[in-house]
């Protein structure tokens, strides 16, 4: 029989924000998958640094930094291969995700070539909406108010668009392009309700009113806004 493939849920980045079925699945494992950025230390590990056995099997998927497609499908297509030969075996394989594997979430990629062959297990796991809100406090829907989340790479127009239609918002993937965001949102007249969010549950953590934000945002940061009063009151 072949092995299962987990892919693990690992919350916005505090450890202690981890579900018990991923401590136990990682504290358990015997082949470990990843991804790294451009060579750089994986983040996914380092949130589940203290659990990982010392015996453990890794395998570590390289994901080059590119605007093109290929080179990253290309890193998922070796991944897979690598993960599947290990199933094949009757291992089990369990991939670390940050944050929630199937929001946003580049285990999708896994998913998707290997699902169809193999078992696949999903953990969920907290997501950085819900942490940024946590940290900010700021509730984002209540009663029957919709929520919109948008990328930040979204061209102007489209996020205009969309946040005016909006009732509250979260804007993700902020970056290189907070500049722009920050100028749509003031062009709207939303700023007063917008708050800017940095790696949210990590001690480097930086929650501020979007009008007090830095003039840089680094990838892993947020803008949150709800619009006119309190749905909650």
């Keep these: 029989m072949s092995g299962v493939l987990y892919g693990v849920g690992l919350g916005p980045g505090a450890p202690d924000l981890m579900t018990l079925r991923a401590a136990r699945l990682i504290e358990g494992a015997e082949v470990l998958a990843y991804p790294t950025l451009a060579g750089a230390a994986s983040?996914?590990?380092?949130?589940?640094?203290?659990?990982?056995?010392?015996?453990?099997?890794?395998?570590?998927?390289?994901?080059?930094?590119?605007?093109?497609?290929?080179?990253?499908?290309?890193?998922?297509?070796?991944?897979?291969?690598?993960?599947?030969?290990?199933?094949?075996?009757?291992?089990?394989?369990?991939?670390?995700?940050?944050?929630?594997?199937?929001?946003?979430?580049?285990?999708?990629?896994?998913?998707?070539?290997?699902?169809?062959?193999?078992?696949?297990?999903?953990?969920?796991?907290?997501?950085?909406?819900?942490?940024?809100?946590?940290?900010?406090?700021?509730?984002?829907?209540?009663?029957?108010?919709?929520?919109?989340v948008l990328?930040?790479?979204?061209?102007?127009?489209?996020?205009?668009?969309?946040?005016?239609?909006?009732?509250s918002v979260v804007i993700m993937k902020v970056g290189r392009h907070l500049p722009k965001l920050r100028a749509v949102i003031d062009d709207l007249g939303l700023t007063e309700g917008a708050v800017y969010v940095e790696r949210?549950?990590?001690?480097?953590?930086v929650v501020l009113p979007l009008a007090e934000a830095p003039d840089t945002?680094?990838?892993?940061s947020m803008i949150l806004l709800t619009k006119g009063a309190d749905p909650w009151l």
């Design 43 to 148: 983040f996914a590990r380092s949130i589940a640094a203290e659990l990982i056995p010392a015996n453990v099997r890794e395998i570590v998927m390289d994901v080059p930094m590119s605007v093109a497609r290929a080179p990253a499908q290309a890193a998922y297509d070796q991944g897979a291969a690598e993960i599947a030969a290990v199933l094949d075996q009757g291992q089990d394989v369990v991939c670390l995700c940050e944050g929630d594997p199937f929001f946003y979430g580049s285990f999708m990629y896994l998913f998707a070539r290997l699902s169809e062959a193999y078992r696949v297990e999903i953990v969920p796991g907290v997501t950085s909406v819900t942490a940024c809100a946590a940290r900010a406090g700021l509730p984002l829907a209540a009663r029957n108010e919709r929520l919109t």
């Design 151 to 167: 990328p930040g790479p979204l061209p102007e127009a489209e996020l205009r668009a969309r946040i005016e239609g909006a009732e």
């Design 200 to 205: 949210a549950t990590l001690p480097e953590e």
């Design 217 to 220: 945002a680094p990838y892993f």
